[in-house]
């Protein structure tokens, strides 16, 4: 597949299918500057706030499960931090089975102006657009972060 077939469409069956492609795209490349990144520099802070390639794939997971599965998060600031248990394979894994669930859930939509699950709180949660929308950002930006923090590891660069 050429670069060009893997661009997301300009449009498209529906705009559920576009913001999908959109959000998928960000995805693979999040997880694609993780990949062969070795110990410790796959966890080493970056910048001064300790932000690290293995931590940034970790906290998407969680706002994924947050915000597409509806699954309560503890405290915020550390879904940044990965465990000494986690290796590069297993957030990875977590992050590819969490987007399939989610693509799932956001398959099973049949409105995008329908709420997202969320855990119980009061009032209704957010639309599936607007999740969707939401993810793409939060994606669209940690993926910047981690296109400078790989360069900072190797050199590496671009998608």
Not at 61 to 69: K, N, S
Not at 123 to 148: C, F, K, Q, Y
Request: proline share 10%; glycine share 10%.
């Amino acid at each position: 597949m050429s670069a060009e077939d893997t661009r997301p469409p300009s449009a498209g069956p529906d705009e559920k299918a576009v913001l999908l492609r959109f959000l998928d795209q960000l995805r693979d490349a999040v997880a694609d500057k993780v990949t062969g990144v070795p110990e410790p520099q796959v966890r080493a802070g970056g910048v001064p706030s300790g932000t690290n390639l293995l931590g940034l794939v970790r906290h998407l997971a969680i706002v994924e499960r947050f915000y597409f599965l509806g699954e309560e998060v503890g405290p915020w600031h550390a879904t940044m931090r990965p465990s000494p248990e986690d290796t590069v394979e297993s957030v990875l894994a977590d992050y590819r089975r969490t987007v399939e669930r989610a693509n799932q859930v956001i398959g099973a939509c049949p409105d995008l102006t329908l709420p997202a699950p969320r855990p119980p709180r009061r009032g209704p949660g957010p639309s599936m657009r607007w999740v969707l929308v939401h993810m793409i950002e939060e994606t669209g930006r940690h993926a910047g972060h981690a296109d400078i923090l790989r360069e900072q590891i190797d050199g590496s660069t671009g998608r």
